[in-house]
T-cell receptor, first 109, second 117 residues
Framework: GQNIDQPTEMTATEGAIVQINCTYQ??????LFWYQQHAGEAPTFLSY??LDGLEEKGRFSSFLSRSKGYSYLLLKELQMKDSASYLC??????????WGAGTKLIIKP | DTAVSQTPKYLVTQMGNDKSIKCEQN?????MYWYKQDSKKFLKIMFS???????INETVPNRFSPKSPDKAHLNLHINSLELGDSAVYFC????????????????FGPGTRLLVL
């Protein structure tokens, strides 16, 4: 079956750096997405990786290793507003997005 | 100027009723989706339409029937509501499907919180 694994919850301190890992086993691979979802709101797009390596976008970076079935989202200079769930999703060979359950990130002052 | 909109935002109803949720996108996208997010926060695809044609129809009860009058709208009708249907339903859209690039990025509506009593 298809599977996306992420930690359920992580805690970090304001101003620090946090890395959220995602491992996947899917039938085919056509790209990996990271989304942010604040409580009670819709998921919003953060990043997209289809080739191995690091994609940087401001305070957020996302890394992909296709051979290892692994990605991470790196958040720098954490702010209180970064408290949210972070969802990893992989597009499979049928161009269907397979979603992880999300990692709830708690930022403490 | 909301990109993907859904109505209603909240829906509280009795078991056995029939209800509809509407979705509209003004992004000019070709593909629209319906997702269900349960209490465990898993996002599960239900349906996908590309240019008004059904392309994904996951294993959902046939009480759920999507309708796409045009490519900017994808509505979800639910018959004989059950307690287990309580969840948040998200509509989403993307520019393309079947491309390996950013045009596959899905943009979500605000969600409809359905509570069946």
């Amino acid at each position: 079956g298809q599977n996306i694994d992420q930690p359920t919850e992580m805690t970090a301190t304001e101003g620090a750096i946090v890395q959220i890992n995602c491992t996947y086993q899917t039938s085919g691979f056509n790209g990996l997405f990271w989304y942010q979802q604040h409580a009670g709101e819709a998921p919003t797009f953060l990043s997209y990786n289809v080739l191995d390596g690091l994609e940087e976008k401001g305070r957020f970076s996302s890394f992909l290793s296709r051979s290892k079935g692994y990605s991470y989202l790196l958040l720098k200079e954490l702010q209180m507003k970064d408290s949210a769930s972070y969802l990893c999703a992989v597009m499979d060979s049928n161009y269907q997005l397979i979603w992880g359950a999300g990692t709830k990130l708690i930022i403490k002052p | 100027d909301t990109a993907v909109s859904q109505t209603p935002k909240y829906l509280v109803t009795q078991m056995g009723n029939d209800k509809s949720i509407k979705c509209e996108q003004n992004l000019g996208h070709d593909t629209m989706y319906w997702y269900k997010q349960d209490s465990k926060k898993f996002l599960k695809i239900m349906f996908s339409y590309n240019n008004k044609e059904l392309i994904i129809n996951e294993t959902v009860p046939n009480r759920f029937s999507p309708k796409s009058p045009d490519k900017a709208h994808l509505n979800l009708h639910i018959n004989s509501l059950e307690l287990g249907d309580s969840a948040v339903y998200f509509c989403a859209s993307s520019q393309e499907v079947g491309q390996v690039d950013l045009q596959e990025t899905q943009y979500f509506g605000p969600g409809t919180r359905l509570l069946v009593l």
